[in-house]
């Protein structure tokens, strides 16, 4: 047994530093895809802002230009005046709207130009010949003097004549801002990634320790220390509750050992005696059983007799472990009155060999319990055979009761009855009450044991107490399936 832990630690060992990675790894790609993700937002929206207000720039400019030609028309709309074109056409006219962030140029409706702000110098704005009457406004970039240029583009029409006014702002400014921030936010987003790393793995580890720390208690515990405990009960967390089921685990298997070794014990015990018994007369057998019949005939009765006991004590062991494996068991209604009636029948002849008054009482109607009708009649037969071995005189009183949610059996006998501080214990497995009478009262020890089993898998109860007027009651109570059905007296 003391195998298992390191079968169980072998792969928390291996998978412990990959489990601490893939919880950093996971956390840390989580932050950076949100921060990626926002900070290209941010980027996104601070050069979209940005332009917006380059494009309202020269939009406004358009609009002046417009309203100071043509001060009777539409922004934007066809021209009327006489001498709009005139007043374009001057130099002096469009240094109104002349700055380092503004350039204005007029071509004519083929695209030549006509006037320019002084800004521009030998450079000229790349006409636009795709400005129609139905579509007069666009909005460009286009490399001028090797920089970049926001252009708006707007058609004047008036009688025969048109012009092409161009607003322009150099993008050169723009796009260092655009790179400045872009190589900020690169900065910020490496740091921050080093930061969410090294911070991921801290977190990572912090949250594996725990269980690491479960990883080492759980190798450290052998079938021969199964009395350790974790005691982590002041965790309020999931690993809190991680190590509570495991000491509750613990519990139950330190229970569960110390049942399997005081059965082995129990079981080698009783075995022991019928065993030595039978080689012991086989040996007689061998030596004197051809010239003495007395001996022959004593030591083959002792050999049925203990062949027997041995017979019994492996069907009581093979009854313990069907009822142990009480999921496999076939469950049907099954009326108490009709299986504690069978039972009392059957040991009506070994009442009457000892001279024993076996009374019967049932209720009606009969008490219904949901399961296997002959593991129920068998724990009615081994608390009457029970109460039959151990009652020197007198009788044994079976009843069978019920309220509005439970029925049970009772079996009461008039025998010496069991000392208080013995009643917990017999329900183990080959205890007896009375040691001293152990070997001249004929059973296995496994009787209660059985019925204690059948019970359990049954949803059951069973207790033992002395009853009123001596000997000794014992009752098992079960939860009642439905309506009560008549069942036999």
């Known amino acids: 047994m003391s195998a298992i832990p390191s079968k169980i630690s072998a792969p928390l060992h291996g998978s412990r530093g990959s489990l601490r990675w893939r919880i950093a790894i996971s956390y840390a790609a989580l932050l950076i895809g949100v921060l990626a993700l926002a900070g290209g937002i941010l980027v996104w929206r601070f050069q979209t802002i940005l332009l917006q207000e380059a494009h309202a720039r020269v939009e406004a400019t358009m609009r002046e230009i417009i309203a100071a030609a043509a001060p009777q028309s539409n922004p934007f709309g066809f021209v009327d005046a006489s001498g709009t074109f005139a007043m374009l056409l001057g130099s002096n006219s469009l240094s109104t709207w002349e700055s380092p962030s503004s350039f204005v140029q007029v071509d004519s409706a083929e695209g030549y130009p006509l006037a320019k702000t002084s800004n521009l110098g030998a450079s000229i704005v790349p006409p636009n010949h795709s400005l129609t009457l139905a579509s007069p406004s666009a909005t460009r970039t286009v490399s001028i003097a090797g920089r970049p240029f926001l252009v708006l583009d707007h058609l004047l029409h008036s009688g025969r004549s048109s012009v092409i ?38 977190l990572a ?122 999921d496999d068991l076939p469950r049907e209604p099954v009326s108490l009155a009709h299986v504690a009636g069978e039972a009392v029948r059957n040991a009506a002849q070994r009442a009457h060999e000892k001279a024993l008054a076996l009374t019967f009482e049932a209720c009606k109607p009969s008490p219904v319990v949901l399961g296997d009708e002959h593991l129920l009649r068998q724990l009615a037969s081994n608390l009457i055979d029970n109460a039959i071995k151990f009652t020197p005189s007198g009788g044994i009183a079976v009843r069978v009761g019920g309220d509005a949610t439970h029925g049970w059996i009772e079996v009461e006998d008039t025998g010496t009855g069991i000392p208080e501080d013995e009643l917990p214990h017999v329900f183990e497995r080959f205890y007896r009450a009375d040691r001293a009478r152990s070997r001249d009262v004929p059973g296995t020890g496994l009787g209660l044991a059985i019925v204690r089993s059948i019970a359990r898998v049954h949803g059951a109860s069973v207790a033992a107490e002395r009853a009123s007027g001596g000997g000794t009651l014992v009752r098992a109570t079960f939860a009642l399936l439905a309506q009560p059905l008549t069942g036999p007296s």
């Open 165 to 202: 006014v161009h607003v322009a702002e150099p993008l050169d400014e723009l796009n260092r801002t655009f790179a400045q921030a872009r190589q900020a936010f690169a900065i910020v987003f490496a740091l921050a990634i080093a930061a969410i790393v090294v911070l991921s793995f801290l």
């Open 205 to 326: 580890s912090q949250a594996i320790e725990p269980i690491n720390r479960l990883s080492r208690a759980m190798r450290e515990i052998g079938s021969d220390r199964l009395d350790r405990r974790l005691a982590w009960g002041r965790r309020n967390d999931e690993i809190g509750a991680l190590a509570e089921s495991f000491d509750d685990l613990l519990a139950r298997l330190e229970e569960a050992f110390a049942r399997e070794r005081q059965f082995i014990s129990d079981a080698s015990h009783e075995l022991k005696t019928p065993l030595t018994s039978i080689n012991a007369n086989a040996q007689m057998l061998l030596r004197w059983g051809d010239g003495d019949a007395a001996v022959r005939e004593e030591s083959l009765r002792t050999i049925v007799s203990e062949s027997a006991t041995l017979a019994e004590i492996v069907n009581g062991m093979l009854a313990l472990a069907k009822a142990d494996r009480g």
